[in-house]
């Protein structure tokens, strides 16, 4: 969601426009919609209630290609930590914050 919504991983909340919040939403609807249709992402032991699992990992564009070249502009993938859990990013499509 971050990814199709061009916002790097470690933005604060606060610091979004309410430009990039809407995007982001409209994001998260179009990346749920579609991840839904697709039964869920089994990316380690997920499956659904007849024990099958989804195919949205085969969606993925950023999460878990650490290295390889992002689908947009082929920078290689990176991966930080935000609040513990690990955040795949393209670092020029998702240009991080400035400090201020
Ligand atoms: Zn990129």
């Given at each position: 969601m971050?990814?199709?919504a061009?916002?790097h991983?470690?933005?604060p909340?606060?610091?979004?426009s ?9 994001s998260?609807r ?7 249709e ?5 990316v380690q ?5 007849d ?7 085969f ?8 290295g390889e070249p992002c689908?947009?502009c082929?920078?290689?993938i990176?991966?930080t930590?935000?609040?513990g859990r ?6 020029k499509c998702?240009?991080?914050p400035r400090a201020?």
């Open positions: 971050l990814f199709d061009r916002i991983p470690e933005t909340a606060c610091r979004l309410r430009r990039r919040v809407e995007r982001l939403h409209a998260m179009t990346i749920l919609a579609r991840a839904i697709a039964g869920g992402s089994s032991d997920y499956r659904d209630a024990g099958d699992p989804g195919d949205f990992q969606e993925h564009k950023v999460y878990d290609r650490t689908v947009v082929g920078t290689p990176r991966m930590r935000v609040g690990s955040s795949h990013f393209c670092p998702q240009k991080k201020r």
